[in-house]
């Protein structure tokens, strides 16, 4: 059984920093790896993702401010968030797509919460 492992997350002040770690574990092979965050009363939006070839996507609203890396190979993936504002205060939720035909996997969410 395939999870998806998520760590980071927490209370920052605008302005500051913070790291999302994502891990799966179980036997898979992924295509792809990212995050998704979702706000209080809206729908779950891109923030970034990365490709087992190393393409990367962001979201125009992050781009200049968050980094993706990781080693989609391994299965693992992060999020380096700075410069964070308020609006970014959302669960951010860890995103696999696997290398076969098959149901995507999430993990559970983190918080993240943008505040003075």
């Known amino acids: 059984q395939v999870q998806l492992v998520e760590s980071g997350g927490g209370l920052v002040q605008p302005g500051g920093s913070l790291s999302l770690s994502c891990a799966a574990s179980?036997?898979?092979?992924?295509?792809?790896m990212g995050w998704y965050r979702q706000a209080p009363g809206k729908q779950r939006a891109l923030v970034a993702t990365?490709?087992?070839?190393?393409?990367?996507n962001y979201a125009e609203s992050v781009k200049g401010r968050f980094t993706i890396s990781g080693d989609v190979a391994k299965n693992t993936v992060y999020l380096q968030m700075n410069s964070l504002k308020p609006e970014d205060t959302a669960v951010y939720y860890c995103?696999?797509?696997?290398?076969?035909?098959?149901?995507?996997?999430w993990g559970r969410g983190t918080q993240v919460t943008v505040s003075s």
């Open positions: 179980g036997s898979i092979s992924s295509a792809a």
């Open positions: 995103w696999l797509h696997p290398a076969w035909v098959g149901t995507d996997y």
């Open positions: 990365i490709t087992n070839g190393g393409k990367i």
